[in-house]
């Protein structure tokens, strides 16, 4: 099975703060991406990438940047986190580029920013 | 613009009848849909897709209907479980990319 693991299950952050949001799967997937998700607004797109180095803006990237180095890994970093940044964190990663095969996601980090 | 748009925040039904969540999409494009669904504190997990050259698709106790010329799909859940209580959403590929909606809780009571 695809495993997608996200480093922190829990984060709390103060205000202004640099976060590192990691994420690595195993199943050497070309696609990464990153989103949030808010109650009543559902998932949305922060970032993705289709390839080391390569990345892509989703719906909503202001606030965020990402890296990708490696093919197995890829992070979202908050530059200086803001109390509108709390929210669940998923990372998900796909074998094709087609999404039609649908995503494997990690479990979640639950970012809570004071 | 939310291409994907799940209307009913929430769903709540008795132990052994049916669940019916709803989904609606304004992209043309979209040709293929598929359902994730989520438990608190755990990523979302793929249930059930369909493509648009079928009107429905069936797993077990799940089903999904598509409606092409509404643009409009639902998921049914017969019999429904307590352990079906979870999130679910709806979601489209598009772009390389899933677009998903609001996300229904359903909540299943015995």
């Known amino acids: 099975d695809v495993k997608v693991t996200q480093s922190s299950r829990y984060l709390v952050k103060r205000t202004g703060e640099k976060v590192f949001l990691e994420c690595v799967q195993d199943?050497?997937?070309?696609?990464m991406f990153w989103y949030r998700q808010d109650p009543g607004l559902g998932l949305r797109l922060i970032y993705f990438s289709y390839d080391v180095k390569m990345k892509e803006k989703g719906d909503i990237p202001e606030g965020y940047s990402v890296s990708r180095e490696k093919k197995e890994r890829f992070s979202l970093i908050l530059e200086s986190a803001s109390t509108n940044q709390t929210s669940m964190y998923l990372c998900a990663s796909s074998l094709l580029p087609s999404a039609n095969y649908g995503y494997t996601f990690g479990s979640g980090t639950r970012l809570t920013v004071v | 613009d939310q291409q994907v748009k799940q209307n009913s925040p929430s769903l709540s039904v008795q132990e052994g009848r049916i669940s019916i969540l709803n989904c609606d999409y304004t992209n043309s494009m979209f040709d293929y849909f598929l359902w994730y669904k989520k438990y608190p504190a755990e990523g979302p997990t793929f249930l059930i897709s369909?493509?648009?050259?079928?009107d429905k698709n069936e797993d077990g106790r799940f089903t999904v209907f598509l409606n092409k010329s509404a643009k409009h799909l639902s998921l049914h859940i017969v019999p429904s479980q307590p352990g079906d209580s979870a999130v679910y959403f709806c979601a489209a590929p598009g772009y390389g990319k899933l677009t998903f909606g609001q996300g229904t809780i359903l909540t299943v009571h015995p």
């Open positions: 369909i493509s648009s050259i079928k």
């Open positions: 199943m050497d997937h070309e696609n």
